[in-house]
């Protein structure tokens, strides 16, 4: 069977042709049949003169359940009055690939929870489906941008034989006669390949997080993108090179999706201006104080989520910009591996981006010089001998270098205004959620 | 400081620049001294003439251990002596970015599992960086091809609520008051995108496989490619697909590295040729026996090694080709999922995909219509019990689809004519092998 997509009929006016896709409507009256099919390009209006078909074929129409997949033979006739795109298609043959079941388990205003128990069905509407087509976009435009940057694409393992920075939330697997734990974060295997001389890498992959919240927020894996630059001479070269390509990449959505994206849940595509806004965690906190917010985290803290929004509501009104880099994060919130500035070891040299009030990446200039790291392992109360591996990484010539890493979901949350981690991952994964 | 890649210096003689990489070697003379360095884009030659250099900088290099990284200031002189590209660079200034230990831990002929201890340092070697470019540009225009085809990328959970189609060779996790299993393979999964009306779907990313076997061709984990598609006839519509996108790739591969391949590694890279070869496997064993060979499995039995080798080299001299799609597998080597022949319910719609002597890939179009797969697990004594949420994929809809999946270590194996996967892995994972 040749297959025409939906959205190419208007190219086959006059002709037989064959779409195959779902059952989305059957309408059964006294003289006509229709039925609207949808497949992955659009809907289309099929119909059929009872008076001049078999009375078998009228039945199996009659009986077919939605979303029964099937595929139509017939004519495209042009028809002002139909409203699926002036088309429809005189049905003269009509297989059914797949029946459906009479009763569908969910509808579209179906508990969350109980949409993702059909996931399939769930995604069969074509707002989600946009959701993964901007998806593989944004990751397609991404690795563009790295290619023509020289990047290697790198897999690093998900098995670990220790803990890495943190002992906590780490999920452990029974491995032969020992224990393995799941990689929270490729993040000393990406500095790995700066010390094998990599130059410049990215890893688009699973991380798991053995985090037992049942927020909007949180989930046990999902896919990290993470990046790792040679031979920099600060943050700063890590910040210009992360909005360059978010630049790219926010253009490109823009371009091939942003107004069905607007059109569907009502949230404008910018590609966003370079540079980016900077500022200091200190001088943000003091914008804040001066804008009269009244719960300015103190100095060796992080930014709270509130605190967030409320920097990037005031740096958007500066400067009306979308993004923020916060610089700068004293060594209290930031790991022992980060680098500190020279002239103040109190601070390092690191960032955060906001993007819409939420922090979208983490980044930072790592500490290569193997005694420097391990004195600031010592000076975080670091137990360093279950990270060895990682420390003799620094061993034999480590280039400067740094990088940053994100959840892609955040970022799609974030572009198409949604709230919940679970609409944007294709199978969500919780405390309590193994299946489908 | 502005870094000029090794591979563009000629275009800045009489130029001071900055070079940024390794010590690959330091040769300290009565009166000069030579470094040569090495970056990810090729190796210089740096000089200093003692007699005008202070005293403190010979002594640094004197005593420069080698994989240091480094950054040499300094004029690049031509100079047609000089074999490292008739150039080298007058040293002005030198940074120790990270000084290399003094004896290091392993050198070009230390056995492969001690090179993997050091992983990084082995890395370093140009032969073994040119395997992950070369990667790099496998992945990339896999997905280029996708792209222009209309795929959506997916991300699979690894994390399962249930084993899958075997429960043999399944890693268990404890996740939270239950057990999760990590996934073999994302099967499952990609069909499930299916019955989502995806339409054509890919994803890389990793397994995971309990075996405890310690050969050159058995990991714990590895990078897995997988492709599904939608209403296709028969599984000849997948391998259409598949030759076509292979074909791209080996032809983007051979233009990008195919002249580094062969000097690195000895191995010519073949653009093939369309179509593939295909023969069916009851055909195959009558070409075997024909040639002569005699431990031609029987008639329900799969190839074996040697006898996919013995195929390999009958069609190679039959057909010119190094590709050989071997099909219509009987149901006792395939699993229940895969759809039976209509006319010939003994035979499977699957084939297997030869490449120089071994099983590159293995597809087949999918039973999906709801009862005969029911029918088809009770025919193979499949327990349905804990794949019932799979099952469920085919209870609404679901189109006919195929796909296929591999290993792309086996790719970049029998692409460059390594023996081990260990050469081809970024950071090997087995029953013993969990670091670094």
């Known amino acids: 069977?040749?297959?025409?997509?939906?959205?190419?009929?208007?190219?086959?006016?006059?002709?037989?042709?064959?779409?195959?896709?779902?059952?989305?409507?059957?309408?059964?009256?006294?003289?006509?049949?229709?039925?609207?099919?949808?497949d992955e390009s659009g809907q289309a209006q099929v119909v059929l003169f009872k008076e001049e078909?078999?009375?078998?074929?009228?039945?199996?129409?009659?009986?077919?359940?939605?979303?029964?997949?099937?595929?139509?033979?017939g004519m495209v006739v042009a028809d002002e009055r139909v409203k699926l795109g002036g088309l429809e298609v005189q049905l003269s043959g009509l297989t059914v690939d797949s029946p459906a079941e009479p009763e569908l388990p969910i509808a579209a205003d179906s508990a969350l929870d109980k949409r993702i128990d059909w996931r399939y069905l769930d995604l069969r509407r074509p707002d989600r489906r946009l959701i993964f087509e901007v998806q593989s976009t944004v990751e397609h435009s991404m690795r563009e941008f790295w290619r023509k940057e020289g990047f290697i694409e790198i897999h690093t393992p998900k098995l670990m034989g220790s803990a890495s920075e943190s002992g906590a939330e780490l999920f452990k697997v029974e491995y032969f006669e020992r224990i393995a734990y799941l990689a929270q974060s490729p993040q000393f295997y990406k500095q790995m390949a700066m010390a094998a001389g990599f130059g410049k890498v990215f890893e688009i992959g699973p991380v798991f997080r053995a985090n037992p919240s049942f927020t909007s927020r949180h989930d046990t894996e999902f896919t990290s993108v993470d990046v790792e630059l040679s031979w920099i001479d600060s943050h700063e070269d890590v910040?210009?090179?992360?909005?360059?390509?978010?630049?790219?990449?926010?253009?490109?959505?823009?371009?091939?999706?942003?107004?069905?994206?607007?059109?569907?849940?009502?949230?404008?595509?910018?590609?966003?201006?370079?540079?980016?806004?900077?500022?200091?965690?200190?001088?943000?906190?003091?914008?804040?104080?001066?804008?009269?917010?009244?719960?300015?985290?103190?100095?060796?803290?992080?930014?709270?989520?509130?605190?967030?929004?409320?920097?990037?509501?005031?740096?958007?009104?500066?400067?009306?910009?979308?993004?923020?880099?916060?610089?700068?994060?004293?060594?209290?919130?930031?790991?022992?591996?980060?680098?500190?500035?020279?002239?103040?070891?109190?601070l390092t040299r690191s960032f955060d981006l906001l993007w819409r009030g939420i922090e979208l990446t983490t980044g930072a200039q790592r500490e290569h010089r193997y005694e420097q790291l391990l004195a600031q392992a010592a000076d975080k109360g670091v137990e360093t001998e279950s990270i060895q591996y990682y420390l003799d990484f620094f061993r034999f010539g480590a280039p400067p270098h740094g990088g940053f890493g994100f959840g892609l979901t955040r970022l799609l949350m974030q572009l198409l205004g949604q709230e919940n981690v679970r609409e944007v991952t294709f199978l969500y994964r919780g405390p309590n959620r193994l299946e489908p």
Chains 1, 2 share one sequence.
């Open 53 to 73: 078909s078999p009375n078998e074929l009228n039945e199996t129409i009659s009986a077919l359940a939605a979303e029964s997949a099937v595929t139509v033979s």
């Open 1 to 38: 069977v040749t297959r025409t997509l939906i959205s190419e009929l208007s190219a086959h006016v006059g002709e037989q042709v064959s779409i195959r896709g779902w059952v989305q409507v059957v309408r059964d009256q006294k003289r006509m049949q229709f039925l609207v099919i949808r």
């Open 239 to 346: 910040m210009t090179f992360e909005e360059s390509w978010l630049a790219y990449v926010l253009g490109v959505v823009k371009e091939q999706h942003g107004e069905q994206i607007e059109a569907t849940f009502g949230v404008e595509v910018v590609a966003p201006t370079l540079p980016f806004p900077r500022v200091t965690l200190e001088q943000a906190k003091e914008w804040l104080r001066e804008a009269g917010y009244d719960s300015v985290p103190g100095p060796t803290h992080d930014l709270d989520p509130p605190s967030e929004r409320a920097l990037s509501t005031i740096v958007k009104e500066r400067s009306g910009h979308e993004f923020t880099f916060v610089t700068d994060y004293p060594t209290t919130v930031r790991p022992f591996y980060h680098m500190r500035h020279p002239e103040d070891l109190s």
